[in-house]
């Protein structure tokens, strides 16, 4: 069976996409692969259904698209994790698979991926895709939402868009959890994720489009005041997820998608926080830190 890709998205034929005729639990040639990076220029979110996959299967698919992260990201002690290194678990489960308690601290960092935001922007080689298995999914709310930064490039008043050119902003998770009023860090925790600087306008390589790059990992801008940087953000922030600019995803078990982390923004909706949802993410990482990117 060959690869079939379809657009899925009533508001932008240029945004997210079907992906069939792919068995990824049996592997997919380099071909394959390629079509699908091909597909990904396009349409910058995949979803695969119905992809029975274990994580060794999800990882070793998602090596075809780059070098790959560890899941050093989250906050849960090695020794408490549930999941390898290799795969960013994307679920309110502890390691002996009960559901965390309301107030548990691995939880609420975790509520951080109901902000918009780009996967590992606050690393300073971010994301390039990420892969994301639904193993289990409660039976209502809890869907993905996507937001395409090109078209909101695209639509930015000229005025703004040359404002933005060459800014470069600090990404880290200290601030988008203090957003949340989360700000119980260990100094362990600080210095692990200290403040990185990321372009905000960023062209991706293959297409040569330009995009914003901006997640709620941003805090400031550099060279700007502080609550300047952050209201500059946060209008950016708003006009780019309208909601001709985003799609949401309504998972189903075993469902596969992927996405761009350099062109798209995406979070979490929320779900009685006493019913499991267990996903399991894989995260190619990018070439090299934005500012070492041409634009
Ligand atoms: C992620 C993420 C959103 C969700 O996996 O990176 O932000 O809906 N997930 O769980
Ligand atoms: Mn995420």
């Excluded at 071909?31 to 695969?48: G, H, K, Q, S």
Aim: net charge negative.
């Amino acid at each position: 069976m060959a690869l079939t890709v379809r657009p899925i998205n009533p508001r932008r034929n240029d945004f997210v996409a079907e992906a069939t005729g792919v068995d990824i639990a049996a592997g997919v040639s380099a071909a394959t692969a390629a079509a699908i990076e091909d597909a990904m220029d396009r349409y910058a979110v995949l979803i695969f259904p119905d992809q029975r996959i274990d994580d060794d299967q999800q990882y070793a698919f998602s090596t075809h698209f780059g070098p790959m992260e560890t899941a050093t990201g989250d906050i849960v002690q090695r020794d408490e994790r549930r999941l390898s290194m290799d795969i960013n678990d994307i679920s309110n489960l502890d390691k002996h698979g009960n559901v965390l308690a309301r107030d548990d601290r691995s939880r609420l960092f975790g509520l951080g991926n109901m902000l918009w935001h780009s996967d590992s922007s606050f690393k300073a080689t971010p994301a390039k895709f990420s892969l994301l298995s639904a193993r289990v999914i409660p039976p209502d709310g809890g869907n993905t939402e996507f937001a395409d930064m090109r078209a909101a490039w695209d639509d930015l008043d000229p005025k703004l868009q040359a404002e933005c050119m060459g800014l470069v902003c600090e990404h880290s998770q200290l601030y988008s959890r203090g957003m949340l009023g989360f700000f119980e860090f260990t100094d362990e925790e600080r210095a692990k994720w200290a403040p990185v600087p990321q372009r905000l306008v960023r062209r991706h390589p293959r297409t040569g489009r330009l995009n914003l790059y901006l997640a709620s990992h941003a805090g400031t801008i550099r060279g700007w005041p502080v609550p300047e940087a952050r209201l500059f953000l946060k209008d950016l922030t708003e006009h780019a997820t309208q909601r001709e600019y985003t799609y949401a995803h309504r998972w189903r078990p075993f469902d596969l998608v992927m996405w761009d982390n350099r062109v798209v923004m995406h979070r979490a909706r929320r779900y009685d926080h006493t019913a499991p949802r267990d996903l399991h993410r894989t995260t190619v990482a990018d070439c090299a830190p934005t500012l070492d990117q041409p634009i």
